[in-house]
């Protein structure tokens, strides 16, 4: 007993010595292995230079929506950055269904490897739909702010919108929208970058009064039209479309009720239920659970059916404030 606790503080005294002596020569590897990691994180973001930030976009539709998503909610707007999104969801399908198909019908395990590798592009959807039903709620104030300032710049609308973004502290959502169109506008010139500016502004809200503003917005830019009638028929409008909104807003909380509490709460009871009053040990609950058909069968429709649920939820319980 004795020698061989010697031999192991022995043991640990040696490994502390080489650490120490070797310790520089850790520090340098861990800030060049920090380093690369870093450079590597950056080529997933937008370059400083705006006008590559327009040659990154796709022409077909599906690659060009997600890059939009990833630029919205990560700022990672490249190529690269959705060429990862896919690999990474591919990845995830693949390998649910290399594990599951040992174990389940092939149609049970395409459906969950189908589930698996859509689950980025749900959490994405999500943070997006987050993003546009907060800066939705502030359609109001930016539409107002935007109206005013623009009289007050003679009709400037590049100056109106500048200045409105600086102004706009009780709505950061939408000032942050301005700014990043404040600071593309300053750099575009053509009509054609303008309007995918203003592309990126009106997804990032996705309402009908947010094509509308950008429409105006667009024209006034580009063209020079005087808007201010357009500019005033929308907020009037959204003004009318807050007193309905207050009227007709009703809580209802039991679909969150149900899937942030019943739901876990009953597998967990399931899983007590199983080891308690069937006389099944934990091991032997798992082992059932995860090393055989029914077993895996069961999980996986669970899975399938409670990811769905969430993120039905969470799409369609929270309204964008529209016209």
Known sequence: MKKGMTEGILLILLTAGLVTAVLPELEDLYRMVMHRITLWGRSFHNEDDWLSIRREQYGNRLPEH??????????????????????????MAVLLLLLAARWVSFLLAMTAAICSGSLPYLLLRCMVQER????????EVL???????????????????????????????SRQLLLNLSRGLQK????????????DF???????????????????CSSGLRVTDSLSDLAASMREARKLEEL?????????????????A??????????????????????????TGPGITWFLLTFVTYLAAIFVHLLLSRRKFDL
Request: glycine share 8%.
């Open 66 to 91: 997600v890059r939009r998503m990833l630029q919205m909610t990560l700022s990672l707007g490249t190529r690269r950055s959705v060429r990862a999104f896919f690999l990474l969801s591919g990845g």
């Open 132 to 139: 546009r039903v907060a800066s939705s709620m502030e359609g």
């Open 143 to 173: 539409v107002t702010e935007i109206l005013n300032h623009y009289k007050i710049h003679y009709c400037n609308m590049q100056e109106a919108i500048e200045t409105a973004a600086l102004h706009m502290e009780d709505a950061p959502h």
């Open 188 to 199: 575009a010139s053509t009509a054609a970058e303008m309007k995918g500016l203003m592309e």
């Open 202 to 220: 009106r997804f990032s809200i996705g309402t009908s009064w947010a094509s509308i503003l950008t429409e105006d917005m667009y024209l006034a």
């Open 248 to 264: 007709n807003r009703r809580e209802n909380n039991e679909a969150r009720l149900i899937l942030k509490y019943l739901v876990p």
């Open 266 to 291: 009953g597998s967990l009871l399931m899983t007590v239920g199983g080891v308690r009053f069937f006389g099944l040990s934990m091991e032997e609950f798992l082992r059932y659970q995860f090393r």
